[in-house]
């Protein structure tokens, strides 16, 4: 397994404590990112990393996936507008799982747009840099930062840039996903602009149903189109089962926890004889959607590893 060091407090200061940072990116609705953010932060917690999710979407639906919504930590994106406002470090409701902390998105990120607004008028592109400087104090503990980003909102994700050190973009392998990664990789050039640091760790192939070679040749081809030539893609696909995500969403619970509850409830025939209807049984398929996160975690891991020892060598390992 791999493993990576918590990245020490010395002093390089803002692009150290940045330097996990991981937009979740895609202008396309529904292409995975919120799945994506909320089983690898769930996975890489359940094996002992510290991970933080930012939650830059006003429907919020890592709340549900994570189970959290309407709790009473849960304040719809107050805090996070609250930050960026008074330009003071963000405060993450802690231990949403063992090891993984939130700072919550939803309705009141609306203000946000607005102030951004202001600020733009105000400073010019260098507002976008707010986020940045709200998350790198209280990134500094966590191993991997997440940043879950809305589709079609320019602001929101144009923070998200400027503030992370890696992109990783999901995609389905139709028409639509394959215009949001343009729109991506459009947004990814301007940003570079005010963070040169950001890079595409690569691109997540997102309930395809399919491992084709043929797909894959396509989707490499246009992420190199879309990114200049460049075009890293993840082995990993995560595989289509579709009535395991809606479990995941109804119960609040992520694929690798669903897979403990598929193993301990009843068998069918079981439930049946007992006449018990009223629990609707869980689909089969979590487990093997697990394994495709924890792929995807390790994955993941091994890229930034070998990433952070190509540019820095320091205070990373393998196990
Ligand atoms: N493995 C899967 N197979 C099929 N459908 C899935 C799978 N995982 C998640 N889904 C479903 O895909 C839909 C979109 O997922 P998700 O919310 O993660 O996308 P998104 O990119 O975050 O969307 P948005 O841009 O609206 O925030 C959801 O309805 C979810 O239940
Ligand atoms: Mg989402």
Redesign the pocket.
Known sequence: MVTLRAVDGGGAGRAHALGRVIAMV?D?????????VANLAGQLAAADYRCLVVDL?R?A?LAD?LGYRDDEDDDQGAGLVLSILTESPLTPVEDVRPGLDVVPGGARLADLVPLMVSRLQERGRAAFDVLAEVLAPTAEPYDVVFV?C??ESTILTDLALTAARWIVM?TKSDVGGLVGMRLVAERFAVARERNPDLALLGAVL??TGTRSRRVHAELRGAVAAAFGGHSPLFATV?????R???D??RLGRLAHELELEVAAQPAWWASLRAGSTATPRLSTAAAG?AADYRDLGVELLTLLRAAEESTTGRDVEAM
């Open positions: 895609n396309k609705g529904g292409v995975g990112k919120t799945s994506l979407n429907q639906n996936d879950d809305p589709p999901p997102f309930a995560i595989r289509h089962a579709e395991s995500a809606q995941a969403r959607v």
